[in-house]
């Protein structure tokens, strides 16, 4: 069970979250001058175009809720919010990326979630003591079927082979910059999103997790 973790994720995430989705927005609308105009089809490069722009943007914002590593190779965006560690990514839960073999990068997909026998949980709480090592999250990114970005956010367990099934703990949805605070996303939407954000499932889930298998 996640339930507690899931909860923890959805606060940690929350200084940065607009924010991202508002340098993603950059990064994809770049796409259409830099790739599609001209016929880039390769999803590498794309999803570089993207990074690049959207970290530029991000290392603009100075509201100091969050910090962001300006040292790292390939515009790749590591993030420090109160308590955990972000890696932003392109992906999504079914298709995160394997660390690789490089070290560093397996270290902090091994995160080492204490379980609650007592309760039956998995707990990912980042205040606990640093030997645990439970503060660190990916946040992927994606695009729906209308071009919109779709956020999610994880806590990986380990690594994976390239192309296997990842390695997830506890994960969430992310709420759009422009949708009201607070809820989950759930179902499809009439105009052929692939998820809609509905504030009052997440009441609903915090009412049924206790009990949730």
Excluded at 29 to 43: H, N, S
Excluded at 95 to 123: C, I, M, V
Excluded at 158 to 176: D, K, N, V
Aim: hydrophobic letters at 40%; aromatic letters at 8%.
């Amino acid at each position: 069970m996640w339930v507690d973790a899931t909860h923890q994720i959805r606060e940690a995430v929350e200084p940065v979250r607009s924010a991202l989705f508002q340098a993603l927005d950059v990064g994809t609308e770049a796409l259409v001058d830099i790739c599609d105009e001209r016929g880039i089809e390769d999803p590498w490069y794309r999803a570089h175009t993207v990074r690049l722009f959207a970290r530029q943007e991000l290392e603009m914002d100075e509201s100091g809720a969050w910090s962001i590593d300006r040292t790292v190779a390939n515009s790749g965006i590591h993030l420090t919010v109160p308590g955990a560690r972000i890696r932003v990514l392109k992906g999504t839960l079914a298709t995160a990326p394997n660390p690789g073999k490089n070290r560093t990068r397996r270290e902090f997909w091994d995160n080492d979630l204490p379980y609650d026998a007592s309760t039956g949980q998995y707990l990912l709480n980042f205040n606990l003591n640093e030997s645990l090592r439970a503060d660190r999250l990916l946040v992927l990114w994606d695009q729906d079927d209308l071009g919109e970005i779709v956020l999610a956010a994880a806590a990986p367990r380990g690594a994976w082979p390239f192309q296997g099934i990842p390695i997830l703990g506890p994960t969430t949805m992310l709420a759009p910059s422009w949708i009201a605070d607070g809820g989950a996303f759930a179902g499809a939407d009439d105009d052929g999103r692939d998820l809609v954000y509905d504030p009052a499932a997440a009441a609903l889930e915090d009412q049924e997790a206790p009990g949730a298998p």
